[in-house]
């Protein structure tokens, strides 16, 4: 409760510092005081501007998000569970997941256009390798001992899958899972900046064409509450439904 | 002498990268257009081309000096204010929210803001890259030394140690497996950040080239320099690793 209760004050101190930076020793136009970047952002959500942009922008990230954990999901469990696939796997997934991210992206609007599929294809492919990988990672380190235990209290197939070998493996799953959201953003952001005429990305590239900082610093506010969001989802799912499965200490990275 | 055996393991790799190029040319025979999806042949002789040309070399250079200072700085910015943080708890508490904030943001956000303060110089570019080294690695180096097994340091009391050389020798050493971590972390993610910076703003490096391949529809160009920036994020890491264990900086770690 103390902590909590520093940290809201060191918060407050930041925001009294930077209020008063803005307003007595630089440019407020060229570092805008918390109090006019509230306004603005007010301003905004009143006409409705960065709802529009914010609706986008999530709009890709959760329908390439979904495509790409549902399928990193099913094709891991393959991968991991099937040690031919795993030899067979390996090489090209370390392949894919050594590009860069963001090099893709004029690659995507290359191939696939600047509208929404490019966007949703590239989010879609990082988040199945990312999801494949930490999947497979995590059922191939299964001890071999639970899975034994599993099959002495006569658990086969589909059962011993379901109840022992996909709790064993929750952990690396959540792992690609949170990756891949980090990897989604960052790539939609990416997009939005080359080619698209709505999104987050695309908002704050206009804030630095008529240098509206305030502008720019609305988009990067809402990407962090996205962010602090997101993380929070993460974590409550992974203190509720799989506080069982979770021993080791994640970082909070 | 009898013929080296060859496992089947290594055999399936082999094969996956046969499926895996095979199954390129076909989808660039699908698409029927070698200027959209160039098939292998066109790639290698492209990328003959860009080191004949001393291309790769110029801008991959550019691109390596980017991460390289950056990852400097940041790294030696962020292991300063990460012991300062460790070993002063109040600085921590005051900083932790706003880091782990700003952290939360993707880094190519932060692009066209240090454009807009700092122009489309190098200073700008540098700025993006390192920030984020500096606050994973300052999170790093705080939850190493949290980390530190507090048995360790009653030991070191018992014998004396206090203060700055407490510090020094036990929980620095004690706290180097998350400092390095985060090292290694950080300098993966200047990679993503560069190829932020360059293909966003910036007129020379491999992301510059991959933006001005897709003005002028050159996709073999591009693919190159995706390969050749992926390549280069590799090696820096490996190397990076390498030096790190010839300086001896490892030995803690285990």
């Not at chain 1, 005429?197 to 900082?213: D, H, K, N, P």
């Not at chain 2, 399936?12 to 190029?21: D, E």
């Not at chain 2, 200047?190 to 897709?214: H, K, N, P, Q, W």
Request: charged share 15%.
């Amino acid at each position: 409760m103390r902590a909590a209760a520093v940290r809201t004050l060191s918060l407050l101190l930041l925001l009294a510092l930077w209020e008063s930076a803005g307003r007595l020793w630089l440019d407020p136009l060229q570092l805008p005081p918390p109090s006019g970047v509230a306004a603005r952002a007010w301003d905004l959500s009143a006409t409705g501007e960065l709802w529009t942009h914010i609706a986008a922008s999530l709009g890709r990230v959760i329908i390439g998000y979904a495509a790409g954990s549902a399928i990193g999901i099913v094709l891991g469990c393959f991968v991991g569970a099937v040690p031919v696939m795993r030899d067979f796997f390996s090489l090209p997934i370390r392949f894919f997941r050594s590009v860069n991210p963001l090099a893709l992206v004029p690659l995507m609007i290359l191939w696939f256009g600047v509208g929404e599929l490019s966007k949703v294809i590239l989010i879609a492919y990082l988040v199945t390798i990312v999801v494949l990988y930490n999947t497979a990672l995590g059922i191939e380190t299964i001890p071999a001992d639970r899975i034994r235990a599993g099959r002495c209290f006569g658990l086969t197939g589909i059962a011993l899958f379901v109840r022992v070998i996909v709790p064993a493996a929750a952990p690396g799953i959540l792992t690609g899972l949170r990756l891949g959201m980090g990897f989604a953003v960052l790539v939609v952001i990416g997009a939005e900046m080359v080619g698209a005429s709505e999104g987050i990305g695309y908002f704050i590239l206009l804030g630095r064409q008529y240098v509206a900082i305030d502008d720019i610093f609305v988009g990067l506010l809402s990407l962090g509450v996205m962010g602090v969001l997101l993380n929070q989802v993460f974590l409550l799912i992974r203190n509720r439904l799989l506080r069982r499965y979770v021993r080791t200490i994640l970082y909070r990275g | 002498m009898p013929p080296p055996r060859i496992s089947k393991r290594t055999m399936r790799q082999v094969l996956s990268i046969i499926i895996l190029i095979v199954s390129w040319q076909f989808v660039s025979w699908l698409a029927d257009d070698r200027a959209i999806v160039p098939p292998v042949q066109d790639l290698l002789a492209k990328l003959f081309d860009m080191t004949a040309s001393f291309e790769l070399f110029v801008h991959g250079l550019d691109s390596l000096r980017r991460v390289l200072v950056a990852f400097a700085l940041g790294a030696s910015g962020g292991v300063i204010l990460g012991l300062a943080a460790g070993a002063v708890r109040p600085l921590w508490t005051f900083l932790e929210v706003p880091l782990d904030f700003i952290r939360s943001i993707p880094p190519i956000g932060f692009v066209p803001l240090a454009i807009a303060w700092f122009g489309i110089g190098e200073f700008s570019k540098y700025l993006v890259i390192a920030y984020l080294t500096v606050i994973v690695v300052a999170f790093g180096t705080v939850s190493g030394i949290r980390q530190v097994d507090p048995t360790r340091i009653r030991a070191a009391r018992c014998m004396g140690l206090s203060g700055w050389r407490l510090f020094r020798h036990v929980v620095i050493p004690s706290a180097s497996r998350g400092i390095i971590g985060s090292l290694h972390l950080s300098l993966g993610l200047s990679f993503i950040s560069l190829v932020a910076v360059e293909i966003v703003g910036s007129t020379s490096g491999l992301g510059f080239i991959i933006m001005d391949s897709r003005l002028l529809l050159q996709t073999d160009r591009m693919i190159v320099s995706i390969i050749t920036i992926g390549v280069l994020g590799i090696l820096t890491v490996l190397i990076f690793g390498l030096l790190l264990r010839l300086l001896g900086l490892t030995r803690f770690t285990r």
